[in-house]
């Protein structure tokens, strides 16, 4: 299958475009953690916890 993409052709247009992935990454992430069989407080923390940024450093290790 080949995918033809076209990506916009100015500054603002292409900010829009990273809005809507991030947005939609966003959307993916939560609802990936919101069909975890974990309980609603289990599921809550993980949330919290990777909305404070990146669960591996710089270095390699898992925080």
């Known amino acids: 299958m080949n995918v033809r993409v ?3 052709s100015t ?4 900010d829009g475009l990273k ?3 991030v947005d ?3 959307n993916a992430i939560i609802n990936y953690i919101d069909n ?9 923390r993980i ?4 909305s404070e940024g990146p669960l591996i450093n710089p270095s390699g290790d898992i925080e």
């Open 6 to 8: 076209h990506y916009p």
């Open 11 to 14: 500054k603002e247009g292409l």
């Open 19 to 21: 809005e809507r992935m």
């Open 24 to 26: 939609a990454h966003a």
């Open 36 to 44: 975890l069989p974990y309980s609603y407080e289990q599921r809550a």
């Open 47 to 50: 949330l919290k916890r990777a």
